[in-house]
Protein backbone atom coordinates (compact mmCIF):
# COMPACT_ATOMS: atom_id res chain seq x y z
CA UNK A 1 0.00 0.00 0.00
CA UNK A 2 1.13 3.43 -1.03
CA UNK A 3 1.54 5.50 2.17
CA UNK A 4 0.58 8.74 0.27
CA UNK A 5 -2.31 7.29 -1.78
CA UNK A 6 -5.40 8.87 -1.41
CA UNK A 7 -8.93 8.00 -2.86
CA UNK A 8 -11.44 10.88 -2.83
CA UNK A 9 -15.25 10.20 -3.23
CA UNK A 10 -17.34 13.41 -3.94
CA UNK A 11 -20.19 13.68 -6.53
CA UNK A 12 -19.38 17.13 -6.72
CA UNK A 13 -17.13 17.26 -9.71
CA UNK A 14 -16.05 20.92 -8.41
CA UNK A 15 -15.16 20.15 -4.74
CA UNK A 16 -13.97 16.54 -6.05
CA UNK A 17 -11.60 18.73 -7.98
CA UNK A 18 -10.36 21.35 -5.48
CA UNK A 19 -9.99 18.61 -2.95
CA UNK A 20 -7.93 16.42 -5.29
CA UNK A 21 -5.31 19.96 -6.40
CA UNK A 22 -5.06 20.40 -2.54
CA UNK A 23 -3.84 16.96 -2.03
CA UNK A 24 -1.80 16.72 -4.90
CA UNK A 25 0.34 19.85 -4.41
CA UNK A 26 1.08 18.53 -0.80
CA UNK A 27 2.71 15.21 -2.00
CA UNK A 28 -0.06 12.72 -2.10
CA UNK A 29 -0.81 10.00 -5.04
CA UNK A 30 -4.88 11.24 -5.31
CA UNK A 31 -7.58 9.29 -7.30
CA UNK A 32 -10.98 10.47 -7.33
CA UNK A 33 -14.60 8.78 -7.77
CA UNK A 34 -17.81 9.78 -7.49
CA UNK A 35 -19.88 7.09 -6.56
CA UNK A 36 -19.85 4.57 -4.06
CA UNK A 37 -19.77 1.61 -6.08
CA UNK A 38 -16.42 3.18 -7.47
CA UNK A 39 -14.85 3.79 -4.43
CA UNK A 40 -15.67 0.00 -3.12
CA UNK A 41 -14.34 -1.07 -6.33
CA UNK A 42 -11.22 1.20 -6.04
CA UNK A 43 -10.75 -0.16 -2.58
CA UNK A 44 -10.74 -3.98 -3.81
CA UNK A 45 -8.21 -2.85 -7.02
CA UNK A 46 -5.93 -0.46 -4.94
CA UNK A 47 -6.37 0.09 -1.37
CA UNK A 48 -5.76 3.80 -0.18
CA UNK A 49 -3.73 5.08 2.59
CA UNK A 50 -6.87 6.71 3.41
CA UNK A 51 -10.16 7.76 2.11
CA UNK A 52 -11.89 11.13 2.19
CA UNK A 53 -15.40 10.03 1.53
CA UNK A 54 -18.53 12.30 1.09
CA UNK A 55 -21.93 11.36 3.00
CA UNK A 56 -24.22 12.17 0.17
CA UNK A 57 -23.46 10.12 -2.78
CA UNK A 58 -25.66 8.52 -5.84
CA UNK A 59 -26.55 5.06 -4.91
CA UNK A 60 -25.01 3.86 -1.61
CA UNK A 61 -23.97 6.50 0.53
CA UNK A 62 -20.93 7.30 2.08
CA UNK A 63 -21.93 5.77 5.67
CA UNK A 64 -22.86 2.33 3.70
CA UNK A 65 -19.57 2.46 1.55
CA UNK A 66 -17.73 2.93 5.11
CA UNK A 67 -19.66 0.14 6.70
CA UNK A 68 -19.13 -2.16 3.97
CA UNK A 69 -15.05 -1.49 4.00
CA UNK A 70 -15.40 -2.28 7.85
CA UNK A 71 -17.46 -5.82 7.11
CA UNK A 72 -14.46 -6.65 4.96
CA UNK A 73 -12.02 -6.26 7.62
CA UNK A 74 -9.94 -3.53 5.45
CA UNK A 75 -8.88 -0.74 8.34
CA UNK A 76 -8.47 2.02 6.00
CA UNK A 77 -8.74 5.65 7.77
CA UNK A 78 -12.13 7.22 6.58
CA UNK A 79 -12.74 11.00 6.90
CA UNK A 80 -15.99 12.13 6.23
CA UNK A 81 -17.30 15.03 4.15
CA UNK A 82 -20.55 15.92 5.25
CA UNK A 83 -23.31 18.94 4.31
CA UNK A 84 -25.17 17.63 7.59
CA UNK A 85 -23.04 18.23 10.33
CA UNK A 86 -25.34 17.05 13.40
CA UNK A 87 -24.43 15.24 16.30
CA UNK A 88 -26.81 12.04 15.10
CA UNK A 89 -24.62 12.00 11.62
CA UNK A 90 -21.51 12.32 13.48
CA UNK A 91 -21.66 9.99 16.28
CA UNK A 92 -23.49 7.77 13.02
CA UNK A 93 -20.07 8.08 11.14
CA UNK A 94 -17.66 7.54 13.70
CA UNK A 95 -20.00 4.42 15.20
CA UNK A 96 -19.87 2.94 11.76
CA UNK A 97 -15.94 3.21 11.33
CA UNK A 98 -15.39 6.80 10.64
CA UNK A 99 -11.58 8.42 11.90
CA UNK A 100 -12.86 11.95 11.63
CA UNK A 101 -15.06 14.01 9.61
CA UNK A 102 -15.41 17.63 8.43
CA UNK A 103 -18.28 19.75 7.75
CA UNK A 104 -19.19 21.62 3.97
CA UNK A 105 -17.89 24.11 3.30
CA UNK A 106 -14.82 23.66 4.60
CA UNK A 107 -11.16 25.21 4.62
CA UNK A 108 -9.06 22.79 1.77
CA UNK A 109 -5.96 23.71 4.06
CA UNK A 110 -7.64 22.97 7.22
CA UNK A 111 -8.65 19.04 5.02
CA UNK A 112 -5.14 18.72 4.32
CA UNK A 113 -4.33 19.19 8.03
CA UNK A 114 -6.77 16.67 9.42
CA UNK A 115 -5.44 14.02 6.49
CA UNK A 116 -2.20 14.69 7.89
CA UNK A 117 -3.09 13.79 11.39
CA UNK A 118 -5.16 11.01 10.76
CA UNK A 119 -2.37 9.48 8.55
CA UNK A 120 0.17 10.46 11.43
CA UNK A 121 -1.86 8.87 14.22
CA UNK A 122 -2.51 5.73 12.49
CA UNK A 123 1.47 5.38 11.78
CA UNK A 124 1.38 5.57 15.42
CA UNK A 125 -0.81 2.48 16.02
CA UNK A 126 1.40 0.59 14.04
CA UNK A 127 4.66 1.23 16.10
CA UNK A 128 3.05 0.20 19.79
CA UNK A 129 5.23 0.98 22.50
CA UNK A 130 6.65 -1.71 24.76
CA UNK A 131 5.07 -0.41 28.73
CA UNK A 132 2.13 -1.62 30.74
CA UNK A 133 0.19 0.83 32.39
CA UNK A 134 -2.32 -0.36 34.97
CA UNK A 135 -4.79 1.17 36.66
CA UNK A 136 -6.82 -0.58 39.49
CA UNK A 137 -8.35 -3.89 37.67
CA UNK A 138 -7.35 -2.37 34.41
CA UNK A 139 -4.34 -3.17 32.10
CA UNK A 140 -3.00 -1.95 28.86
CA UNK A 141 -0.15 -3.28 27.25
CA UNK A 142 1.09 -0.71 24.71
CA UNK A 143 3.77 -3.74 23.20
CA UNK A 144 0.47 -5.97 22.09
CA UNK A 145 -2.07 -3.75 22.02
CA UNK A 146 -4.23 -5.29 24.55
CA UNK A 147 -6.59 -4.41 27.11
CA UNK A 148 -7.85 -6.26 29.95
CA UNK A 149 -10.40 -5.31 33.08
CA UNK A 150 -10.69 -7.81 35.70
CA UNK A 151 -8.75 -10.43 33.33
CA UNK A 152 -11.22 -9.96 30.70
CA UNK A 153 -9.97 -9.03 27.53
CA UNK A 154 -11.65 -5.51 25.98
CA UNK A 155 -11.50 -5.17 21.98
CA UNK A 156 -10.64 -1.72 21.34
CA UNK A 157 -10.09 0.26 18.18
CA UNK A 158 -6.59 2.52 17.79
CA UNK A 159 -8.52 5.51 18.69
CA UNK A 160 -10.14 4.04 21.59
CA UNK A 161 -6.57 2.27 22.64
CA UNK A 162 -4.83 5.59 22.13
CA UNK A 163 -7.47 7.77 24.02
CA UNK A 164 -7.23 4.99 26.97
CA UNK A 165 -3.83 5.06 27.45
CA UNK A 166 -3.23 8.87 27.44
CA UNK A 167 -6.08 8.90 30.50
CA UNK A 168 -3.80 5.35 31.78
CA UNK A 169 -0.98 7.55 31.77
CA UNK A 170 -2.35 10.68 33.91
CA UNK A 171 -3.99 8.81 36.29
CA UNK A 172 -6.14 11.19 38.62
CA UNK A 173 -5.83 14.10 36.47
CA UNK A 174 -8.42 16.23 34.90
CA UNK A 175 -7.34 16.31 31.04
CA UNK A 176 -9.18 19.03 29.01
CA UNK A 177 -11.35 18.15 25.71
CA UNK A 178 -8.84 20.33 24.06
CA UNK A 179 -5.61 18.49 25.73
CA UNK A 180 -6.95 15.15 24.48
CA UNK A 181 -8.07 16.45 21.00
CA UNK A 182 -4.25 17.76 20.78
CA UNK A 183 -2.49 14.13 22.05
CA UNK A 184 -4.81 11.54 20.88
CA UNK A 185 -6.47 12.98 17.13
CA UNK A 186 -3.58 15.86 16.74
CA UNK A 187 -5.48 18.87 16.29
CA UNK A 188 -7.80 20.85 17.72
CA UNK A 189 -11.62 20.21 16.69
CA UNK A 190 -15.10 19.70 17.81
CA UNK A 191 -15.10 18.40 21.46
CA UNK A 192 -18.31 16.51 20.32
CA UNK A 193 -15.50 13.72 19.12
CA UNK A 194 -14.22 13.26 22.26
CA UNK A 195 -17.43 12.65 23.92
CA UNK A 196 -18.35 10.49 21.50
CA UNK A 197 -15.01 8.35 22.29
CA UNK A 198 -15.27 8.67 25.67
CA UNK A 199 -18.95 6.94 25.37
CA UNK A 200 -17.41 4.15 23.27
CA UNK A 201 -14.95 3.32 26.78
CA UNK A 202 -17.23 3.33 28.95
CA UNK A 203 -19.60 1.27 27.21
CA UNK A 204 -16.71 -1.03 26.87
CA UNK A 205 -15.59 -0.79 30.47
CA UNK A 206 -18.17 -0.15 32.72
CA UNK A 207 -19.65 -3.32 32.48
CA UNK A 208 -16.97 -5.19 34.04
CA UNK A 209 -16.78 -2.99 36.69
CA UNK A 210 -17.00 0.20 38.50
CA UNK A 211 -16.73 3.34 36.50
CA UNK A 212 -13.15 4.47 35.39
CA UNK A 213 -13.86 7.38 33.65
CA UNK A 214 -15.31 10.51 35.45
CA UNK A 215 -16.07 13.76 33.90
CA UNK A 216 -15.44 17.17 35.24
CA UNK A 217 -18.56 19.05 34.26
CA UNK A 218 -17.19 22.05 31.61
CA UNK A 219 -13.55 20.71 32.15
CA UNK A 220 -13.06 17.46 30.72
CA UNK A 221 -12.04 13.74 31.90
CA UNK A 222 -10.50 12.06 34.48
CA UNK A 223 -9.04 7.91 34.52
CA UNK A 224 -9.78 7.22 38.60
CA UNK A 225 -9.43 3.68 40.64
CA UNK A 226 -12.81 3.06 42.32
CA UNK A 227 -13.06 4.69 45.96
CA UNK A 228 -12.42 2.03 48.71
CA UNK A 229 -15.88 1.98 50.61
Known sequence: MDENAILVVEDDPNIRDIVEVALRFHGFRVTGVETGDDALTEVDRDPPALIVLDVMLPGIDGFEVCRRIRAAGKHIPVIFLTARDTPTDTVRGLT???????????SVEALVARVRAVLRRTALSDEPGSGVLRVADLELDESRW???RAGVPVDLSPTEFRLLAFLMEHPGLVLTKRQLLEHVWG?????????????YLR??????????????RGVGYALRPPQAP
Open 146 to 148: EVR
Open 203 to 216: RKLDPLGPPLIHTQ
Open 187 to 199: YEGSSQVVETYIS
Open 96 to 106: LGGDDYVAKPF
